[in-house]
Nanobody, 115 residues
Framework: QVRLVESGGGLAQAGGSLRLSCVPSGSIFDYSGVAWYRQAPNKERELVARVAIGGPTTYLDSVKGRFTISRDIPKNTVYLQMNSLKPEDTAVYYC?????????WGQGTQVTVSS
């Protein structure tokens, strides 16, 4: 059974920083890519950042230059470093990993940014 264990959410002030962590079952390289999504109240879930198995990254336009997705291979962990946080970044953040046609999700971690 695939599990994605997330940690690192919490409360931050606008302009502050948080770092999210995601540890997938097995190896990071078992998946085509690992990503972070977020879902704010009454909004659809959206892709925030993704790192593909070969290393290329993609970002939501509104987080470019502020968020960085990275991998620590020895720790089998994917991070989302979030800097210059804004109140509109408030959401539940979900780690996602995909393998062939299957998508796997973490339990979600709340990020709240106060103004």
């Amino acid at each position: 059974q695939v599990r994605l264990v997330e940690s690192g959410g919490g409360l931050a002030q606008a302009g502050g920083s948080l770092r999210l962590s995601c540890v997938p079952s097995g190896s990071i390289f078992d998946y085509s890519g690992v990503a972070w999504y977020r879902q704010a109240p009454n909004k659809e879930r959206e892709l925030v950042a993704r790192v593909a198995i070969g290393g290329p990254t993609t970002y939501l336009d509104s987080v470019k230059g502020r968020f960085t997705i990275s991998r620590d291979i020895p720790k089998n962990t994917v991070y989302l470093q979030m800097n210059s946080l804004k109140p509109e970044d408030t959401a539940v953040y979900y780690c996602n990993a995909n393998r062939q046609s299957a998508n796997f999700w973490g339990q979600g971690t709340q990020v709240t940014v106060s103004s």
